[in-house]
């Protein structure tokens, strides 16, 4: 069966129609309010050397997902919200949002001392060998704070 147009433009690596589908102009502004907000700055997320546009469509879609959708919802306040995002981050080994997590965190009220015994109970149940290795993300973020 022959390739639709949609499979070839797929198989080049163009932005799909789809990639921002519910993903407005204002829902994007919003988000990035919210982030500008959270981390006490504008979020600026630039395009890497190499990186192709539809890299910015990656950008989009994530900042909407998480600044425009969950950040913004009730049930949690952003210091909840921070202490889980810090967990999660930090469980994963994903260095960079760990270290933006984590100064959303201490922005949205949470202690130093607080994200100390995060650690020690992700230690417990992630393992120490990743409690420590994020903990040094966590200490770099301390000496920025300081």
Do not use: C
């Given at each position: 069966?022959?390739?639709?147009?949609?499979?070839?433009?797929?198989?080049?690596?163009?932005?799909?129609?789809?990639?921002?589908?519910?993903?407005?102009?204002?829902?994007?502004?919003?988000?990035?309010?919210?982030?500008?907000?959270?981390?006490?700055?504008?979020?600026?997320?630039?395009?890497?050397?190499?990186?192709?546009?539809?890299g910015e469509d990656f950008r989009r879609l994530a900042t909407v997902a998480t600044f425009g959708q969950s950040w913004p919802?009730?049930?949690?306040?952003?210091?909840?919200?921070?202490?889980?995002?810090?967990?999660?981050?930090?469980?994963?080994?994903?260095?960079?949002?760990?270290?933006?997590?984590?100064?959303?965190?201490?922005?949205?009220?949470?202690?130093?001392?607080?994200?100390?015994?995060?650690?020690?109970?992700l230690a417990a149940y992630a393992g120490a060998a990743r409690a420590f290795d994020s903990y040094q993300d966590a200490l770099?973020?301390?000496?920025?704070?300081?």
């Amino acid at each position: 069966m022959p390739a639709s147009a949609d499979d070839k433009r797929e198989s080049k690596g163009a932005p799909r129609p789809e990639a921002n589908a519910g993903n407005t102009e204002r829902d994007y502004q919003r988000a990035l309010a919210t982030a500008g907000r959270l981390l006490g700055q504008p979020l600026v997320l630039p395009l890497g050397d190499g990186e192709p546009a539809v890299g910015e469509d990656f950008r989009r879609l994530a900042t909407v997902a998480t600044f425009g959708q969950s950040w913004p919802r009730g049930g949690l306040d952003d210091r909840v919200r921070a202490l889980i995002s810090v967990a999660i981050a930090a469980t994963l080994g994903t260095h960079e949002p760990l270290r933006g997590q984590l100064r959303i965190a201490l922005r949205s009220g949470v202690t130093k001392e607080e994200v100390v015994e995060l650690f020690i109970h992700l230690a417990a149940y992630a393992g120490a060998a990743r409690a420590f290795d994020s903990y040094q993300d966590a200490l770099a973020v301390f000496a920025e704070a300081s």
